[in-house]
T-cell receptor, first 114, second 117 residues
Framework: KAGVTQTPRYLIKTRGQQVTLSCSPISGHRSVSWYQQTPGQGLQFLFEYFSETQRNKGNFPGRFSGRQFSNSRSEMNVSTLELGDSALYLC?????????????FGPGTRLLVL | AQSVTQLDSHVSVSEGTPVLLRCNYSSSYSPSLFWYVQHPNKGLQLLLKYTSAATLVKGINGFEAEFKKSETSFHLTKPSAHMSDAAEYFCVVSDYQGSSNTGKLIFGQGTTLQVKP
């Protein structure tokens, strides 16, 4: 089975712009979660989608949003980019997002905001 | 609320010697605990997970971890380090909010493992 894929792998944007990141989960997985990784804050949960519905959201401003499509692919969008949004954005998929399930991570999208 | 604390931000060992990466957890219920590894410029790979079955969990690449409820610990060990083990390691707990499956993982701050020749 193909793993979790994320596109693009690298992005450079300027402050004030907006960006959309894409995540394709493992076939058959319906839960997709997004995480932000920075040297200062570590790995932080952004949100989780299951069957096109956001089930859980982390403590991020409203500039961070996401959606999930009927084929379970997910996108996240960051509007009005700030320098502090520079990070590695990771998505993870699992069958249904259960507590005991393994989440499989993609390689990440590295975003640099100038 | 659930949390994990990795007790060492950096561990250095010589190749062929044992590895011990320490993790303590806090949870109001029986937790699901994981160890993930991240090599430079790579995503996260699952090493092993504990889900209330056997307390000694064996993972990939010779790693294992023991769940100790009395000590609220889930330390990761390997008998003999290899150069390829140099990476960042994360202790992780599944979040639990009432009866919901939240799909949320809570990560420790990470431990960087250095392996010297």
């Amino acid at each position: 089975k193909a793993g979790v894929t994320q596109t693009p792998r690298y992005l450079i944007k300027t402050r004030g712009q907006q960006v959309t990141l894409s995540c394709s989960p493992i076939s058959g997985h319906r839960s997709v979660s997004w995480y932000q990784q920075t040297p200062g804050q570590g790995l932080q949960f952004l949100f989780e989608y299951f069957s096109e519905t956001q089930r859980n959201k982390g403590n991020f401003p409203g500039r961070f949003s996401g959606r999930q499509f009927s084929n379970s692919r997910s996108e996240m969008n960051v509007s009005t980019l700030e320098l502090g949004d520079s990070a590695l954005y990771l998505c993870a998929s699992s069958v249904s997002g259960g507590l005991e399930e393994t989440q499989y991570f993609g390689p990440g999208t590295r975003l640099l905001v100038l | 609320a659930q949390s994990v604390t990795q007790l060492d931000s950096h561990v250095s060992v010589s190749e062929g010697t044992p590895v011990l990466l320490r993790c303590n957890y806090s949870s109001s219920y029986s937790p699901s605990l994981f160890w993930y590894v991240q090599h430079p410029n790579k995503g996260l790979q699952l090493l092993l997970k504990y889900t209330s079955a056997a307390t000694l969990v064996k993972g990939i690449n010779g790693f294992e971890a023991e769940f100790k409820k009395s000590e609220t610990s889930f330390h990761l060990t390997k008998p003999s380090a290899h150069m390829s083990d140099a990476a960042e390691y994360f202790c992780v707990v599944s979040d639990y909010q009432g009866s919901s499956n939240t799909g949320k993982l809570i990560f420790g701050q990470g431990t960087t493992l250095q392996v010297k020749p």
